[in-house]
C-alpha cells in the first residue's frame, strides 16, 4: 500500500473532523480571548468564530454543561459521512471565517483600548439579547447612562461622539437615537474601542464600536421567542440563517412595545401617556466569489414611535386660545423616529494584500408633534419639529504586509449629506411692555444642506521586536457643511508585551470631529424676535469642529497565581479647543450642537474579568472629569448669567460624571444559567452652569434561564426570568436643570420579565 497516500486520507479525515468539532463547539468558541493583531498570518484554516492558533499551545480542559455535553458523546449519529452539502457549506464557512480575520487584522485598534463582548456575553446578561444595545454597553468602562433625551450613554464622559462600525464599515450619524436601530440579537462580538485610536478611525472619536455580526448562524436554522412582563412590556423576535452553495445569509425580526418608552419624569411606578412602539429588521448576505474574495450585503431599519411622557402637576405661564389653566398630566406630544441602512462591500485577501471597499448609504427621519396648546400654555411656544438626512458614501481600507516587521495601511473615505431641518412654531406676540398677548400666531424655520465629507489615513504597523510594535500614522479631515474645515492629524502608538500576559499600550492621536450636521443647522432668530419664543441672548455663531489631543496609557496583565484573572488600567487625558457638546434645549426630544472654547477630559478605568470553568465575572470601574468654558458658538441657548459664569470658569459638562462602575457575571450549572448585573454612578450634573450633581444610583439586575431539549440536542428551548432593579431603587439621572436639559428623567422601576424562544 502507498503510504503517502493513505498518510494523505488520514489527514484529510482529520481536518474534516476538526472542522466538525470546531462546529459543534462554537458556542465555547465564542467565549475564546480576542486573537492577537498584530502576529503575522497563519496559515491553519478556523472554524467560524474560532481563531487559528498563532503557536504552540497547551491543552485546555473545557468542561461541557447540559445539550452540549451530551452533543459530544459519541452516537450512531456522529459516525455519519458528511453530505456533500454539509461539507460545502463547511467550505463556504472556513473560507468566510478566513475572511474574517483578515478583516480583523485590516481593521486592528493597534495600541488603542478595546473591551471586548462576545455572543456569550451578552447572551449572558440579565434579559439576554432582549436587552437593547446601549444598556449592555454599560456594562463597559467608563460608559454612563442618560436619558433617551440627550443620547442615551456616554463613553468616558463625552457627549455622543461614538462611532458604530458593522463588520469594519463606519455607519454615518442619524437624527436620533442610532444605537436602538442596532438590535442586540445580530451582535456576534463587539468590542469598544477607546484611547489613542489609529489613523484608519476618525471623525467620532470618543470611543468606536466595533460590531461583528453573527457567524454561527448559517446552518439552515433560526429561533423564535417571546418575552415581557412589567410595564406592559413585550417583544417578539425571530432569526433565521443558511447557506445556498457559496452565499450565507442571515435575517432577524423584532417588534417592541412598552408602557415605559422613554424614562419617566416622575419617580411613580407607572409613567404618564409613555407607550411606545418598535419594529426591526436586519439582513446579511455574503457570496464567496472565488477563495480570496466574498460580496457581502447588510441592511437594517428600524421604526419607532413614541408618546412623550407627562408630568402632573405642572403650573402654566401663559394664556392661548383662552386657556390658562391646563392639566399638564393631559399633554399629548409624540415623536416618531425612522432609520434605514445599507452597506455593500467587497473584500479581497491574497498574497499580503487585504483590502475591503464598501459603499454604504442611510436615511433618517425623526419628527416630533406638540401638543398645540398645552406647551404654549407652559412654554409659550409649540413647536412641530422635522429632520431628515440622507447620506451616501464610499469608505476603502488596505493593508499591505511588507516582510515580517512592517505592514502599511492606507485608505479613504467620503460621504455626502443631504440634511433637511424644519421648525414650524407657534408662539404669543409680545406686546410693548414685553407682555404676551392671546394672539398665536405662527412663524416657519428651514434649512436645507448638502455637505460632504472626506478623510485619507496612511499607517505603518512597525514590529520591532517580537515584543515591541511601533504604529505611526497621518490621516487627514476636510468637512465642507455649515463651516468648511480640515485638519492633518498624525497618530502614534506603542505596543510592548514584556511577558506572556503583559500587554502595555501608550499613545497620541491628534482629533478632528465635525459637528453632525443636522444638530448644526442654524436658526433664524429674527422669526421669533418679540414674541415668547425670542431668547434672551441674541449671539448666534455657527458651530465649529472639535479639535483635541488625546494621550492614552494603559496595561493588561493576567494573573497567574489565580487562574482565568486578568486585570488591566487605562489612563487618558484629552485637550480640546472648541469642545462639542450637545443639549435638548425645548420640549422636543431632539438635541442641538454648541461648541466651548476650550475643555479638558480626563479619566482612570480600572478592570477585571474573571473566567473559570462554569463561573465568568467581570468589574469595571472609572474616575473622570471633564470640565470646559466659554461657549462660542449657539449663545442665544443660554441664559445670560450662565453665559457670563461659563465665560469666567470652567464648568464640569452636563454629562460628566465623578465615578461610574459596572459588575456582573455568570454562572452555568447543567442547562442552568445564573446572571447578576450591576450599574453605579455618582450623578451626572444639575443645577446653574453644572454647579451640582443628583444624588448616586445603584441598579441591580438579576436573570436565570434554562434549557430543555424538548426537540433535539441542539435545538433547545429555553426558559429565562429576569428582575430589572430588584431593589425597586428610585434614582433619577436628570432633575431637569443643568445646561441642555429640560426635563427630569428617573431610572428604571422594578420590573419582573419572562420568555421563552425555541431554536429550530
Known amino acids: 500500500m502507498n503510504m503517502s497516500g493513505k498518510a494523505e486520507r488520514y489527514a484529510a479525515i482529520g481536518v474534516a473532523s476538526l472542522l466538525l468539532c470546531g462546529l459543534n463547539d462554537a458556542a465555547f468558541a465564542q467565549a475564546a480571548p480576542a486573537p492577537e493583531t498584530d502576529l503575522p498570518p497563519v496559515t491553519v484554516t478556523a472554524p467560524p468564530n474560532r481563531t487559528a492558533p498563532s ?35 463547511q467550505a463556504v464557512a472556513g473560507q468566510n471565517s478566513r475572511l474574517d480575520q483578515a478583516r480583523a487584522n485590516l481593521l486592528a485598534p493597534t495600541g488603542a483600548n478595546s473591551y471586548e463582548m462576545s455572543r456569550q456575553f451578552l447572551e449572558s446578561l440579565p434579559q439576554g439579547t432582549n436587552t437593547t444595545l446601549d444598556k449592555a454597553l454599560l456594562q463597559a468602562p467608563g460608559v454612563s447612562q442618560d436619558s433617551a433625551a440627550s443620547g442615551e450613554l456616554h463613553v468616558r464622559n463625552e457627549h455622543a461622539n461614538l462611532q458604530y462600525r458593522i463588520n469594519g464599515v463606519m455607519l454615518p450619524d442619524g437624527v436620533g437615537a442610532f444605537g436602538q436601530i442596532i438590535d442586540t440579537g445580530i451582535v ?98 455574503s457570496t464567496a466569489i472565488d477563495p480570496t474574495s466574498r460580496l457581502t450585503y447588510i441592511g437594517g431599519v428600524s421604526n419607532g414611535n413614541y408618546q412623550i411622557p407627562n408630568n402632573p402637576g405642572q403650573s402654566p405661564a401663559f394664556t392661548a386660545y383662552g386657556v390658562s389653566n391646563f392639566d399638564s398630566a393631559l399633554l399629548g406630544e409624540r415623536q416618531q423616529e425612522f432609520n434605514q441602512f445599507n452597506v455593500v462591500a467587497y473584500q479581497k485577501s491574497a498574497d499580503g494584500l487585504d483590502y475591503q471597499i464598501a459603499y454604504f448609504n442611510r436615511y433618517s427621519q425623526l419628527h416630533f408633534t406638540p401638543d398645540p396648546v398645552g406647551d404654549l400654555v407652559f412654554n409659550g411656544v409649540a413647536s412641530d419639529v ?31 449629506e443631504r440634511s433637511l431641518v424644519n421648525n414650524g412654531s407657534t408662539v404669543l406676540p409680545l406686546d410693548d411692555a414685553g407682555n404676551p398677548v392671546d394672539a398665536p400666531l405662527s412663524v416657519f424655520d428651514s434649512s436645507v444642506k448638502t455637505g460632504y465629507l472626506f478623510s485619507s489615513y496612511i499607517a505603518d504597523e512597525w514590529k520591532i521586536t517580537n515584543q515591541l510594535t511601533l504604529n505611526a500614522g497621518l490621516r487627514f479631515d476636510q468637512m465642507w457643511q455649515y463651516v468648511d474645515a480640515n485638519q492633518l492629524s498624525p497618530r502614534i502608538s506603542l505596543t510592548w508585551k514584556p511577558y506572556e500576559g503583559t500587554i502595555f499600550h501608550a499613545g497620541y492621536a491628534r482629533n478632528f470631529t465635525p459637528p453632525e450636521q443636522v444638530l448644526a443647522a442654524p436658526t433664524n432668530l429674527a422669526l421669533v424676535q418679540n414674541a415668547t419664543a425670542q431668547p434672551a441672548v441674541t449671539a448666534n455663531d455657527p458651530v465649529l469642529p472639535e479639535r483635541s489631543h488625546v494621550f492614552d496609557i494603559g496595561v493588561t496583565q493576567k494573573v497567574y497565581a489565580i487562574p ?57 470601574v472609572a474616575i473622570a472629569k471633564q470640565v470646559a468654558t466659554t461657549v462660542v458658538s449657539n449663545q442665544y441657548l443660554f441664559d445670560p448669567d450662565e453665559l457670563a459664569f461659563i465665560a469666567n470658569n470652567y464648568v464640569n459638562t452636563d454629562h460628566a460624571q465623578t465615578l461610574t462602575a459596572s459588575v456582573g457575571g455568570w454562572y452555568q450549572w447543567h442547562d442552568t444559567k445564573f446572571s447578576a448585573s450591576l450599574i453605579y454612578g455618582s450623578g451626572l450634573r444639575d443645577g446653574f ?72
Do not use: C, W
Open 564 to 620: 482565568g484573572l486578568e486585570i488591566g488600567m487605562d489612563a487618558y487625558y484629552k485637550i480640546a479647543t472648541d469642545l462639542l457638546d450637545d443639549g435638548q434645549f425645548g420640549a422636543a426630544y431632539v438635541l442641538t450642537a454648541f461648541n466651548y472654547a476650550k475643555g479638558t477630559n480626563e479619566g482612570v478605568e480600572l478592570t477585571a474579568t474573571y473566567n473559570n470553568e462554569n463561573l465568568h465575572l467581570y468589574g469595571n
Open 55 to 89: 503557536g504552540p499551545r497547551k491543552p485546555k480542559t473545557r468542561v461541557a454543561t447540559g445539550s452540549a455535553r451530551r452533543a459530544r458523546r459519541p452516537s450512531a449519529a456522529s459516525t455519519v459521512p458528511a453530505s456533500a452539502e454539509q461539507l460545502a457549506a
Open 689 to 760: 452652569a453644572n454647579t451640582g450633581t443628583v444624588p448616586p444610583y445603584t441598579q441591580v439586575n438579576l436573570g436565570i434561564s434554562h434549557d430543555f431539549n424538548i426537540v433535539a440536542a441542539n435545538k433547545p428551548t429555553t426558559l429565562r426570568f429576569d428582575v430589572v432593579n430588584l431593589f425597586d431603587t428610585v434614582y433619577q439621572i436628570r432633575d431637569g436643570s443643568g445646561i441642555g436639559v429640560f426635563a427630569p428623567q428617573y431610572g428604571p422601576r422594578r420590573g419582573f420579565y419572562a420568555g421563552i424562544s425555541q431554536k429550530f
Open 386 to 416: 422635522y429632520r431628515q438626512s440622507t447620506i451616501n458614501g464610499i469608505q476603502e481600507d488596505t493593508s499591505y504586509r511588507l516582510g515580517y516587521a512592517h505592514t502599511l495601511k492606507f485608505g479613504f473615505g467620503f460621504s455626502a
Open 188 to 285: 456576534g462580538s463587539m468590542a469598544l474601542v477607546t484611547g489613542a485610536l489609529p489613523a484608519q478611525y476618525g471623525l467620532r472619536t470618543a470611543g468606536v464600536l466595533d460590531i461583528q455580526t453573527k457567524a454561527d448562524a448559517f446552518n439552515n436554522s433560526g429561533s423564535i421567542g417571546v418575552y415581557g412582563g412589567s410595564h406592559g412590556t413585550f417583544t417578539t423576535s425571530v432569526d433565521y440563517g443558511g447557506t445556498i452553495g457559496q452565499t450565507q445569509y442571515y435575517v432577524s425580526g423584532r417588534y417592541f412595545g412598552s408602557d415605559v418608552g422613554i424614562e419617566n419624569p416622575t419617580p411613580a411606578y407607572n409613567a404618564i401617556h409613555d407607550r411606545t412602539d418598535q419594529e426591526k429588521g436586519f439582513a446579511y448576505v
